[in-house]
């Protein structure tokens, strides 16, 4: 959203597209948006766009993650927390991107790290 107020600042002050882009590579490096997105974008102000709001996307909108799937997947952890997110998936009929949502960020349950080969101490006297 930044860059893009910066495109219409550049936009405003009569600079072209590739010199837009070239200021916005010295400040922003790596994290630049594309040469092309620039482009488009002094397109949509020519064109007589004043708003730098991206236009809503089509496609449907996330249904999975509901309380509802929120709370089956908390029970079905509760009573085997072994289960594979393919397990869950298969129970639920969800997505597997939707059951590792719930698990992860909704849930806020981590990967836990299990050491395979647990180390051995040494007594002193060997």
Known sequence: ??????????????????????????????????????????????????????????????TSTTPDNIERVRRILADDRRLSLRKITEQLRISLDSVSNIIYEHLQKGKKKVCAFPTLRRSSNV
Do not use: H
């Not at 550049?10 to 790596?30: I, Q, R, S, W």
């Not at 007589?48 to 089509?58: A, C, M, Q, T, Y």
């Open 1 to 62: 959203m930044e860059q893009l107020v910066n495109i219409k600042f550049c936009f405003k002050l009569d600079k072209t597209a590739t010199e837009t882009y070239e200021m916005l590579v010295k400040v922003y490096g790596v994290d630049t948006v594309s040469k092309k997105c620039v482009f488009e974008w002094f397109k949509r102000f020519r064109d007589g766009e004043e708003d730098v709001k991206d236009e809503p996307r089509s496609g449907r909108p996330p």
